[in-house]
């Protein structure tokens, strides 16, 4: 078959890497996409994702602006797994169709790779499906929280926070085709990520 993109998910936890790792492909001209901020710029207004979220959510995730409160929707969500499986059933097809699309786009300028970033893809989800390769970036607890203690403006105990709500994403190594542990320094995990995409290309 001529020309037929390589799609690969990078998938992980808050602070085991995957934003490195994207730099790194990035930086080797592969077309890379964090699918949180594809996820953003399908619920702005004027989008789909905009009028059905504010329907069944209200007005109450309105900023002054009537732009859609990401914190405010993620705090109804966080603990109320209906609203969460709600919102996700609005968001999830949309972003599938942005990734479909995506592909295109980069299949059609002889791309060999595209590389999609997100915490919750593995082969069980839609857009997990549609991959052809995923690969898992894990790295221990206590490098997690030093990890992201030093890039972002957070407390340890919001990390665990997160970390807890995380766990939920249960990390089956059958949802994933290879899994990489990231405990070591950033060159470490370059040549890991070489050596899958060499694997990957044959």
């Known amino acids: 078959m001529k020309n037929k993109i390589i799609k690969i998910g990078i ?3 808050i602070g085991s890497g995957k934003s490195v790792a994207l730099n790194y492909l990035k930086s080797i001209n592969i077309p890379c996409y964090n699918l949180d901020l594809e996820s953003r710029k399908i619920m702005k207004r004027g989008m789909p994702c905009y009028e059905k979220i504010l329907n069944t959510f209200g007005e109450e995730v309105l900023n002054k602006n009537k732009t859609l409160n ?30 479909k699309a995506l592909t295109v786009e980069n299949n059609h300028k002889k ?19 549609f991959l052809d390769k995923i690969i898992l ?10 990890r992201v203690l030093t890039r972002d403006n957070k407390t340890k105990e919001e990390i665990k926070k997160i970390l807890l709500a995380q766990k939920g994403m249960a990390q089956n190594k059958y949802d994933f085709d290879f899994i990489v542990n990231n405990n070591r320094e950033i060159s ?8 899958i995409l060499e694997k990957i290309s044959h």
Not at 140 to 146: D, E, H, M, T
């Open 137 to 146: 970036i894990k790295a221990f607890q206590k490098i997690i929280i030093q």
């Open 188 to 195: 470490h995990l370059i040549g890991k990520l070489n050596s």
């Open 111 to 129: 791309k060999e790779f595209i590389v999609f970033e997100g915490a919750l893809i593995k082969k069980t989800t839609k857009i997990g499906k």
């Open 70 to 99: 990401r914190r405010k929707i993620s705090e109804i969500v966080f603990n109320d797994k209906r609203k969460r499986e709600k919102l996700n059933s609005i968001v999830h097809p949309e972003l599938l169709k942005k990734v």
């Open 11 to 13: 998938s992980g936890k």
